[in-house]
């Protein structure tokens, strides 16, 4: 089971893109889930988020508080910037620009704290700062939301804080006190959660992507351009701003991936939640999840060979 678990781990780009590209073609399997299951699996990939943090992880806080604030202050001013930038240039349509702008403000996802081990990064710094990050979204990715997307559409600011409380905090907390009050049974499950966790997250991918199916084949060429210029900026100005910042190759790794890797799952969520009128602002997030896995991979080689 391990290794089927640590094969499903290490290859989750490509099996994200398998899934997408499934999806794309064949849509209708995914499509009969509907999206309502969304939010439940993104609860549980946040559940098992919360079951592998200990106090160490907010210790970091104090270890590295430079650190931690240079990354945090990167996450939510460079990401959210450079998706408004991204939908003036190229003139989206408002239901793709809501989807990218929603990618922008997210708080970092899990999967960036796999690449920057991978890449050899300071791991507590990355864990530390998607914990962090996380905890803010409910008050800085609603109002982020509304003041570079209140334009296109409606923004419910309030119901928004309320869905990442029940989505992500909720389930976060419910995670760190099943490892308090359940050491047992976490000690069994945390081996098994990235790999659980990467399922999800291709569940997830897939069903947005069998809901634009059509869409994407018109104009996916567009959205997937875009996502590319955001994570790729997002991975550079993380690194840049690091680096002048005089920090260590592995700070600058953990912030380059951290600061380039949006929770788009969240991201997502939130597009069905609450732009139902906008049905294709799902998708952006749903193209995030799959290429960051793919840049995220190819940018750990780059870092490890340099911090070797």
């Known amino acids: 089971m391990k290794r089927i678990c640590n094969f ?7 099996l994200v893109l398998l899934t997408a590209l499934f999806a794309l073609f064949v849509p209708a399997p995914l499509k009969s889930m509907g999206t309502a299951v969304i ?15 200990t106090g160490k ?16 202050m990167v996450q939510f001013t460079v990401m959210p910037f450079v998706a408004w930038l991204l939908v003036k240039m190229f003139s989206l349509p408002p239901d793709l620009a809501i989807g990218v702008i929603l990618v922008g403000c997210c708080p970092g996802g ?43 559409a409606p923004v419910d600011t ?23 009050y359940l050491p047992r049974f976490t000690a069994w499950v945390v081996d098994y ?28 060429a567009v959205v997937l351009l875009v996502v590319a210029i955001h994570n790729a900026v ?21 912030i380059s991936i ?16 609450h732009f139902a009128a906008n049905p294709f602002a799902a998708t952006p997030g749903a193209i995030f999840s799959v290429w960051h896995n793919i840049s995220g991979a190819l940018i750990a080689k780059i870092y490890s060979r340099q911090s070797d």
């Open 8 to 14: 499903i781990t290490s290859w989750m780009g490509a």
């Open 39 to 53: 939010n439940p699996m993104l609860g549980l990939i946040m559940f098992g988020m919360g079951m592998t943090l």
């Open 57 to 72: 992880d907010f210790k970091v806080l104090l270890q590295h508080p430079k650190e931690m604030l240079i990354g945090v």
């Open 110 to 152: 899990t999967a960036s704290n796999v690449i920057t081990y991978l890449a050899k990064g300071n791991l507590a710094l990355s864990v530390g700062m998607t914990a962090t990050t996380t905890l803010l979204a409910p008050l800085l990715t609603p109002l982020l939301v509304w003041l570079l997307a209140g334009t296109l």
């Open 158 to 180: 309030v119901g928004m804080l309320l869905s990442i409380v029940y989505v992500v905090i909720a389930p976060i907390v419910c995670g760190i006190l099943c490892r308090k």
């Open 193 to 220: 959660l990235p790999a659980f966790s990467s399922l999800m997250i291709m569940l997830v991918v897939g069903i947005i992507v069998s809901h634009n199916a059509d869409k994407l084949l018109s104009s996916g």
């Open 234 to 254: 997002g991975l550079f100005l993380g690194y840049l701003i690091a680096r002048t910042a005089h920090l260590s190759m592995p700070e600058c790794a953990a």
């Open 258 to 273: 951290e600061v380039g890797m949006q929770n788009s799952g969240l991201a997502s969520s939130l597009a069905v939640m």
